[in-house]
């Protein structure tokens, strides 16, 4: 790997219905999602190109267009089918992707339930 370039993307909203219980597939609520993206950077560097870099507009645009029209019950679903996206569209040797979900319908108050998962390129 020549230059190792870590993108982050932090805090993207989006109003959605991914849940389990009947109130959050009916009424819906924010969600926000963190990315953090590792991809070798060198040949958009030298080029000093976006053709050859990750366009993180393009991305969050993408990522958001998930959140927003698909629906699942799981959180985790959610999170892995951003991250396969990810690794279809993108140089990414590896990522993680954090789902935050602050509405969740507990029986406790908490500030936010949140699920993270990483993700590797095979064979890197």
């Known amino acids: 790997m020549g230059a190792a370039a870590k993108i982050v993307i932090s805090g993207l909203e989006a109003f959605a219905y991914h849940g389990c219980t009947q109130r959050e597939k009916d009424e819906g609520q924010i969600f926000s999602i963190d990315i953090e993206l590792v991809y070798d950077a060198a040949g958009a560097v030298a080029a ?3 053709a050859g870099a990750v366009d993180y507009d393009r991305l969050a645009s993408q990522v958001y267009e998930i959140v927003a029209q698909e629906r699942y019950d799981l959180i985790e679903t ?27 319908p507990l029986e ?8 993270e998962m990483a993700f590797e390129r095979d064979g890197s």
Do not use: C, F, N, Y
Not at 108 to 115: G, L, P, S, Y
């Open 48 to 50: 000093d190109d976006l």
């Open 108 to 115: 406790r108050e908490v500030a936010e339930v949140a699920v």
């Open 78 to 104: 959610l999170a892995s089918r951003i991250g396969e996206h990810i690794l279809q569209t993108t140089p990414a040797i590896s990522l993680l992707v954090r789902v935050h979900k602050p509405q969740a």
